[in-house]
């Protein structure tokens, strides 16, 4: 949010530089993130370090507060004038321009209600307005057809306010500064226009700060200075407001309050120079006096407002007293917003009806059929409260983002609205004339609770590590706005009403031993040791593994993710090819109250989705892909408030088999045997012992190139390559590879302690040893034989080549594979290597009805 210096200033004195408020008030939470110089100066302030502005400054002796008094024409040019300016001390200044604005008044003679303007004096620096680039340029002596001219009457974009310059900057009201005392012509511009624009980042929690107002009671509490609030005051002349509206409200949980303030016979007209200036600088356009003070409350002390036209209400009613109803909205209900969106409700949705129908989004944004418009004569103002999760869901769902939503969706408490709707009903009596009902009505059904919390000094101490006296910290709270009264050591602390972000109870106490810490300023807080004991430290024999399963993926160059807990059921649907069963446990799903997005409304049941998800996005920036997950998925457990969190390993890796190479090799993509690969590197880091492959057939795999692993007869998951129909599902094209395991599965194999082989004393003997079997036949039946036969002479036996045709016949294929023999008592002789695959060729024929090829 935008927050001018001069605006904020108007509630609370700021005597120290913008850049070191700017630096007070991030420490203290409220992020600002840049500073927007306006004709005024940077100031340097020593140990801050922040970036040098290039701005504009504005140049005291040479742009000033210009008064027009007279605007002539030109005599040779039709779109010329002459605007006869003062500048202090009787001078008068003879400016051409062609400014369009200025053409009204073009030979009316003297003004009689003169104009003010920013005036740029001949030497002035000032922004190039014709000039398509951001270009400088000093200000001299020219004539334009025929006459002098060695000044400027300026327009937005020449001071670098905007990049408005289809016309001067005109005031119709004589400038004043914040006691209300007028500025005289000649006054440096610095002065009148000149400003600094915080704009702040707010968190979630910082609900009560989003306004200048809000952001004011920040400052005054840090910088310990007097606040000043705006008045609340009403002049109410006229007859009461019973009877002239009422209001019934069916879901209190949902709108615990609901005010109206009626004002009659105004007028629709320009807002006053002050309120557009104050409006667009925290980037809101000015539309009329009406509308503006319903913006402007808004940004001012953080309560939107919305204005109906009293009389299209009325007519809807049939030329009775309106009555307003908030309730949820029936099937099949729409609504024609203000923005032109004809909308369709959802059931969550809380709006504002009358009896004819709906009016608007309660909270969000109103309808159009009741709207403020030029012959406006009579306003309802409402100000109302409403349940801060709701207003975020109907924003999430109906994809609308408002000012009014914003702030309620972090929560304004109901006490506002009443100080709200008092404040803006008087603005546009002031701005627009006419008389203000007596009352206020207010159906305030569901007030909150006022939240009391003791705090003893003891736990300020123990939290901060500083020893703080309860006058001390009773004088801290206070200045953030608390009622505080000490007893003793316990401070009985109650919390102001816009302060929703306090808690009860312990939690309570936490918060406002934050909110001392904030005040009393985290850099003065000394840096001490912990004086609690430490809890004994016990080892996480889980977590340990679990990382040690991380490890080892990273050694092998896989890239872990975190992919969303949320997803949609139709997103996971994709996840099982068409025709096959469905992949995804039993049970429902377990769905959000309160989804960011119809898109992750559920948890996840599969590890895959976030994968592949991920996959689909990175594939436009990376074409080979190592990713791996360690996460929970989440199912529903039948008796249980909570869900079964099991946690799940995921791996993908998808592209070519090796980056691409000055040589131009190309390696191919990678396929079933990369992945498998890198599961056998992964299983031997983990050092786990008995594992073996068999044919898996899993919906989301291929159901010829996948296989599930096992450890002595435990399964731990499944891996291949991702059905092409699931992959196309997901976007992706090429071959995707993925596996899928029992992360607890995986942990309860792992041994803690395991056998290390000293390096071999004596050379290997390798042997190369081809078998014919049958098609059905695996690889690990095969290297099963070849182990038990080969025994502990055996030390590898790795398969390197599959063959099907002539000579094998068909039903068969040659498996090859290469035997490598060893033992540290003495180095084998070639014998000994043949009598070991005579051993295994002989097995081989006995249980799997081999035959040596060749």
């Known amino acids: 949010m935008r927050v001018p210096l001069s605006w904020l200033k108007e509630y609370v004195d700021i005597e120290i530089p913008a850049e070191l408020l700017a630096e007070k008030l991030t420490a203290a939470g409220l992020e600002v993130a840049h500073l927007d110089y306006l004709g005024v100066p940077q100031t340097m302030v020593e140990g801050l370090r922040y970036p040098k502005s290039d701005h504009l400054v504005w140049d005291n002796q040479r742009i000033l507060l210009g008064k027009i008094l007279e605007v002539m024409p030109h005599p040779n040019a039709d779109r010329l004038v002459l605007a006869q300016v003062e500048i202090g001390g009787g001078v008068i200044e003879q400016c051409v321009t062609g400014a369009p604005n200025l053409f009204e008044f073009k030979g009316a003679g003297l003004l009689s209600s003169p104009l003010w303007t920013a005036f740029a004096a001949e030497g002035a620096e000032v922004w190039d307005g014709h000039s398509d680039e951001p270009k400088r340029m000093i200000l001299k002596e020219k004539p334009l057809r025929g006459i002098p001219n060695r000044s400027m009457v300026c327009s937005e974009k020449e001071l670098g306010l905007s990049g408005e310059h289809e016309g001067i900057i005109l005031m119709r009201e004589q400038p004043h500064d914040a006691s209300g005392k007028p500025f005289a012509p000649g006054t440096p511009l610095s002065e009148v226009l000149g400003d600094i624009v915080l704009e702040i980042e707010f968190t979630p929690n910082l609900a009560r700060a989003i306004s200048i107002y809000g952001v004011a009671r920040e400052t005054a509490a840090i910088l310990d200075k007097e606040l000043r609030p705006p008045p609340f005051d009403v002049l109410m002349e006229g007859a009461t407001i019973d009877g002239k ?94 923005d032109g969106q004809n909308r369709v409700l959802d059931a969550h949705n809380i709006l504002v ?114 020893k703080m006296s309860a006058h001390e910290a009773q004088n801290l709270l206070r200045r953030g706005g608390f009622l505080v009264e000490a007893q003793g050591d316990v401070l009985h602390v109650e919390v102001p009403d816009w302060r929703m972000d306090i808690g009860t109870g312990v939690i309570g106490e936490a918060d406002l031993v934050e909110e001392i810490a904030r005040i009393y300023g985290y850099d003065a807080i000394p840096d001490t040791i912990i004086a609690d004991e430490m809890p004994p430290q016990w080892a996480n024999a889980k977590f340990q593994r679990e990382e040690a399963i991380r490890d080892a993926l990273a050694a092998l160059g896989l890239r872990e993710i975190v992919s969303y807990r949320f997803t949609a059921p139709e997103r996971e649907a994709l996840l099982t090819a068409p025709g096959m069963p469905s992949v995804l446990p039993e049970g429902a799903y377990v769905t959000l109250a309160n989804p960011i997005s119809p898109e992750k409304s559920v948890l996840r049941k599969s590890i895959l989705t ?245």
């Open 245 to 338: 509206v009422t209001v019934t409200i069916t879901e209190p949980e949902l709108n615990p309050r609901f005010t109206f303030a009626l004002l009659e016979n105004t007028t629709v007209k320009p807002s006053p120079e002050w309120m557009q200036r104050r409006l667009t600088l925290v980037g809101q356009r000015p539309i009329n006096n009406l509308v503006d003070v319903t913006n402007y409350i808004t940004f001012e002390i953080g309560q939107p407002l919305h204005a109906f036209d009293y009389d299209k209400l009325k007519a809807r009613a049939g030329g009775k007293a309106p009555h307003i109803i908030t309730r949820l909205p029936k099937p099949g209900e729409t609504l024609l917003t203000l």
């Open 353 to 466: 009806c009358d009896e004819e129908g709906v009016l608007g989004l309660g909270g969000v944004m109103g309808g159009s059929d009741s709207e403020i418009d030029e012959n406006t004569k009579t306003v309802l103002l409402e100000a109302a409260g409403w349940n801060f999760i709701n207003v975020r869901r109907t924003m999430m769902t109906q994809k609308l983002h408002t000012e009014a939503g914003y702030r309620f969706s972090r929560g304004v408490h109901p006490s506002q609205a009443l100080l709200g709707v008092m404040r803006g009903i008087e603005l546009m009596r002031v701005t627009g004339g006419g008389t203000v009902a007596k009352e206020i009505y207010d159906n305030y059904p569901l007030p909150p609770e006022t939240v009391v919390v003791k705090l003893p000094t003891s736990e300020i101490f123990r939290i901060l590590g500083v």
């Open 610 to 854: 976030g994968l592949l998800e991920a996959a689909r996005l990175n594939a436009r920036y990376a074409e080979r892909q190592f990713t791996f997950e360690i996460g929970a998925v989440y199912l529903e457990h039948a008796g249980q408030d909570l869900p079964d969190e099991p946690r799940r390993l995921g791996l993908l890796i998808t592209g070519k088999r090796n980056d691409p190479a000055w040589m131009g090799t190309d390696s191919g993509a990678m396929d079933f045997y990369d992945l498998k690969g890198i599961l056998e590197d992964l299983f031997k880091a983990l050092h786990l012992s008995g594992v073996t492959y068999s044919r898996a057939m899993e919906g989301s795999f291929h159901p010829g190139r996948s296989a599930q692993v096992n450890v002595n007869g435990k399964t731990l998951g499944v891996f291949g390559e991702i059905h092409p129909q699931v992959a196309a599902a997901f976007e992706l094209e090429g071959a995707v590879l993925a596996a899928d395991f029992d992360l607890a599965a995986v942990i309860s194999v792992m041994n803690e302690l395991y056998t290390a082989q000293p390096l071999p004393l004596t050379p290997a003997v390798q042997q190369d040893v081809a078998l014919v079997v049958k098609e059905e036949t695996t690889n690990a039946e095969v290297e099963a034989v070849i182990r038990k036969a080969g025994g502990q002479l055996l030390k590898a036996a790795q398969l390197f080549d599959v063959y099907r045709g002539d000579p094998v016949p068909m039903g068969f294929k040659s498996m090859a594979y290469s035997v490598t023999y060893q033992t540290d008592e003495r180095t084998l002789t070639e014998a000994e290597a043949n009598k070991i695959r005579e051993k295994i060729v002989k097995l081989a024929e006995r249980e799997l009805g081999a035959a040596l090829r060749g």
